[in-house]
């Protein structure tokens, strides 16, 4: 593309350029003959590939804080969510879309790994719930609008300064809601209930401090 040997081509981060001459070639323009016009080059397969290895010195940790408020009815123990707001830290965001995206993603596999969700067996080892009409899965009725804020602390671990964020939603929010039925439920008595919250998990628990 340029009529040069390699060794009179340099890069200087934007442009490849021959040395003592104008001629030159941006980065696009090679990617693009590479890639999309697939020019051939002897003794070189088409398209553009390039190999790098990254080690970090140390492994990111993401934090935040949830708080959701409930609602508890006493003669049905129906669990109704009725805010849900989550502060998280992830560093330097990159795509803001994405990253909500998979907050709000996680926050609700966790909402329904807390009130829903259940894998059960009968004493042969058959599983109960192999199907969706067993195995109850998040609705978005459950859920009221999901209020999201963040705060930037930005990791010196690697160039972006980012963190992973795969994780947060669904680790805060199955705690954050758990605790939150608990400390409603706290002045009857009810001090420990095992996931997930279904209405009659929770009204049997309110009939036992009742007796």
């Known amino acids: 593309m340029l009529d040069a040997k390699p060794e009179q081509v340099s890069f200087d981060g934007e442009s490849f350029r021959v040395a003592g001459s104008e001629r030159k070639l ?3 323009q090679v990617a693009e003959a590479a890639h999309l016009w697939n020019v051939p080059i002897p003794g070189e397969e088409p398209g553009l590939e390039a190999v790098a290895r990254f080690e970090p010195t140390g492994t990111t940790f993401p934090f935040g804080a949830h708080f959701c408020e409930v609602e508890v009815d006493p003669d049905t123990g129906e669990v109704s969510l009725t805010r849900y707001l989550a502060v998280d830290d992830a560093g330097k965001i990159v795509n803001p879309l994405l990253a909500d995206g998979q907050r709000l993603g996680g926050i ?3 909402l329904g790994q807390a009130m829903c969700e259940e894998v059960r067996y009968d004493e042969n080892g058959q599983l109960l719930t192999a199907t969706l009409m067993d195995y109850a899965m998040p609705k978005a009725h459950m859920f009221p609008r999901i209020e ?3 705060t930037c602390t930005p990791t010196h671990l690697n160039p972006l300064g980012a963190k992973g ?3 947060l939603g669904t680790i805060g929010s199955t705690p ?3 605790s ?5 439920l706290r002045p009857r008595g009810v001090k420990h209930l095992d996931m997930p919250l279904k209405a009659e998990r929770v009204w049997r628990a309110l009939q036992e401090v009742s007796r």
């Open 176 to 178: 954050c809601i758990v």
């Open 108 to 110: 609700i596999q966790g």
């Open 165 to 167: 964020i795969g994780e």
């Open 26 to 28: 941006s980065f696009r």
């Open 180 to 184: 939150a039925v608990l400390d409603a």
């Open 148 to 150: 999201l804020d963040s």
